[in-house]
């Protein structure tokens, strides 16, 4: 099994930024963590995907955050980041990291996360 942990989160002004953190714990064996990410969930609307991480570093995001966040993690500690930049309002909802595990299938998720933005 796996378990994440996240931490961060809160109220943030536009023009400052806000770190997410993310720690994930694996039991029983099995495989490593494998790809670790972000995805954001405002009221009334579906999950969306912000960022994804390989273990080898490779990036993907979202077109809307582009250039304002930066995804990375520490393959030590099992841990992925989110720093938020010039965040803005529309940046507000609940975030969740997730991950997957080498040679397995199904996708892992933590508890979740407020993130509000005021101007």
């Known amino acids: 099994q796996v378990q994440l942990v996240q931490s961060g989160g809160g109220l943030v002004q536009t023009g400052g930024s806000l770190r997410l953190s993310c720690a994930a714990s694996?039991?029983?064996?099995?495989?490593?963590?494998?790809?670790m990410g972000w995805y954001r969930q405002a009221p009334g609307e579906q999950r969306e995907l912000v960022a994804t991480i390989t273990t080898g570093g490779s990036t993907n995001y979202a077109d809307s955050v582009k250039g304002r966040f930066t995804i990375s993690r520490d393959n030590v500690r099992n841990t992925v980041y989110l720093q938020m930049n010039s965040p803005k309002p529309e940046d507000t909802a609940v975030y969740y990291c997730?991950?997957?595990?080498?040679?397995?299938?199904?996708?892992?998720w933590g508890q979740g996360t407020q993130v509000t933005v005021s101007s």
């Open positions: 997730t991950a997957t595990v080498i040679f397995g299938t199904r996708q892992y």
């Open positions: 694996r039991s029983g064996g099995g495989g490593a963590i494998n790809t």
